[in-house]
């Protein structure tokens, strides 16, 4: 039996808990040593082991173990694993609270084109209410997240460029990007659309 069917097998019998398994001593004692990074099995599926594994964890509020594991895989370049290793340093689940460890984590996963990350490190620069405040890289990483169709994204994009935010202020610019996050289901831009003037020329949101 291979890598992947002994890996699937293990899943199947001791559930996706790895640190849990027993070590088998015949044909899979590398099962327990998967997401420690066993050079008997593959990389990638060590990293995807330890990434489910991780999500297993944070599900039943074991969070010091899904920190653990998450960051194994982050480590290992899993753009998902990174994400969620900075939303538990940003929000001081299983690890102490690290705002400067979750900028890192999430710009790691924004990189690799995680939109999720994209839209938080951009809220964070936008707001200011976690790091100082810089609007020039919250547009930065609002946009990507906001072109990937991430409506919430979209809408902070569309309300940037309609106060003049780290961009030149265009209010058609801004209209455009908000109508996209109310078509795409965004509750706040389909509020700041009714807003707006019968002109419908000038772009009109929450102080």
Request: glycine share 10%.
């Amino acid at each position: 039996m291979d890598n992947a069917a002994n890996l699937t097998l293990a899943v199947r019998l001791y559930g996706p808990d790895m640190a849990s398994w027993p070590t088998l001593k015949t044909g899979g004692a590398w099962l327990t040593e998967t997401a420690l990074g066993s050079s008997h099995v593959p990389a990638s599926t060590a990293t995807r082991a330890a990434f489910e594994a991780a999500t297993a964890a944070r599900a039943r509020g074991d969070y010091a173990k899904a920190a653990t594991l998450y960051r194994r895989a982050a480590d290992d370049g899993m753009a998902d694993a990174q994400f969620y290793l900075g939303l538990m340093h940003a929000n001081g689940q299983g690890v102490s609270q690290d705002l400067a460890e979750a900028v890192k984590w999430y710009r790691r996963a924004g990189d690799q084109g995680v939109a999720s990350a994209q839209f938080n490190l951009g809220l964070m620069f936008q707001t200011g209410e976690q790091i100082p405040q810089d609007y020039a890289e919250a547009v930065r990483w609002l946009r990507p997240a906001a072109e990937q169709g991430h409506a919430t994204a979209q809408f902070n994009l569309g309300v940037m460029y309609g106060k003049g935010q780290g961009v030149s202020q265009d209010s058609a610019e801004g209209l455009r990007w908000i109508r996209k996050a109310a078509n795409g289901g965004c509750a706040e831009a389909q509020a700041a659309l009714a807003r707006l003037p019968g002109t419908k020329h000038q772009l009109v949101v929450a102080p």
